[in-house]
Structure formats: C-alpha cells, structure tokens
C-alpha cells in the first residue's frame, strides 16, 4: 500500500467497552486519536514494553487489528518498532483521511 492510499477504513471508530487497551503504567485507549495522544507522551520504554523487535511484540498493532477492525492499518504498521515512524503511519492515514488527532487541533 503507498503512503496517501486512501485505507477505506472508519478511522473515527471506537472500541467496544470491554476491548480498551490498558497501556502499561499509562492510560487507556479507546480509539485512534487517543492511541496517537498516548504513544506522544509514553517514553521509550513504554512503547519498547508494547512494540520491541526482541519478542516480535506489536500490542498496538494487534490491539489496532482485533479491537477496532482496522486492518489494512494493522497491515501497513506490521514490522514498525520505532516509535517515530510509528506515529508518522498513524498521523499519515488521519491526514489522508480528512482528520486530525486531538494533539493537532
């Protein structure tokens, strides 16, 4: 998929109740502008505990895939360990999609 490629997926969408995502010592997570907003104030070591290469580990990701049913994002996030490059694939979809996270507004 290329970057700009429109996911044709409801990028607003909101996890069920019992699907929130529990970010370590952190806050929880409902939806992709609140996923956003956390991954910018979490350190290095917090998204390290959710998304490190040693375990193949992508919590986010998955959590992305499962919960929200966004899964050409999960898709293009596969593989992604770095935190900046993370956000940058997060940030690009709300932009070609027309939306902005909360941090932006």
Known sequence: MQTGESLNENLKSRCDSDKIFWVYYGPTISDIFELIDAIKQIDK??????VNLDNNKNDFTDWIRTSLKLRKL????EGVFDKEEYLKILEDALTHEGLTSAANN
């Open 45 to 50: 070591y917090t998204f390290k505990y959710h």
């Open 74 to 77: 999960a898709l293009k996030l």
